[in-house]
């Protein structure tokens, strides 16, 4: 699959985006989530299933597992975005951090991944849980502007 390049003004792809997010399947996971990270050379000892994600650099696996029980480390609300076959997504990242900043004043982690059968490309967010209603109504808000026209 080839990467779709847009040509357009920031106008006409906040527009476009919009349509975007008003489609898009959303949830939010039941879990909390948080970063583990271990030894490259442990990976087959120390790889959860459960993780979400798994991204090395080289030294360190680092995996967004849930969280079982409590913990002193940085817990994560996560979102999930499937997006509707044939539409452009081409920004949505950047499009919506950046709103999420703005208006929440926080920043996000985001992974994507693939799924052909549901669409494509798909992202998991993950939010501070002091930010994560405000996130979601902003992108409830987001979808009922799409949806109306705006």
């Known amino acids: 699959m080839l990467v779709h390049v847009s040509q357009e003004t920031p106008d006409e792809t ?4 919009l349509q975007v ?5 959303w949830q939010v ?9 271990f030894a490259a050379a442990d990976f087959q000892r120390s790889v959860d299933l459960a993780a979400l994600a798994l991204v090395r650099d080289g030294e360190v696996w680092s995996q ?3 969280i079982h029980g409590p913990t002193d480390q940085e817990a994560f ?6 997006f509707e076959p044939g539409l452009d997504n081409s920004g949505f990242v950047g499009w919506l951090a950046s709103l999420i900043k703005e208006e929440v004043g926080t920043g996000v982690v985001v992974i994507c991944g693939r799924n052909d059968s549901r669409g494509g ?10 930010c994560a209603q405000a ?9 009922l502007k799409a949806r109306a026209g705006h």
């Open 21 to 25: 997010i008003a489609s898009a399947d």
């Open 77 to 82: 609300k996560i979102i999930c975005f499937h």
């Open 135 to 143: 996130v979601e109504a902003l992108i409830v808000g987001l979808q």
């Open 121 to 130: 490309i798909y992202d998991y967010w993950g939010l501070p849980l002091s």
């Open 29 to 37: 996971e039941p879990a909390l989530y948080r970063f583990e990270t």
């Open 14 to 17: 906040h527009h476009r985006l």
């Open 64 to 66: 967004l597992v849930p």
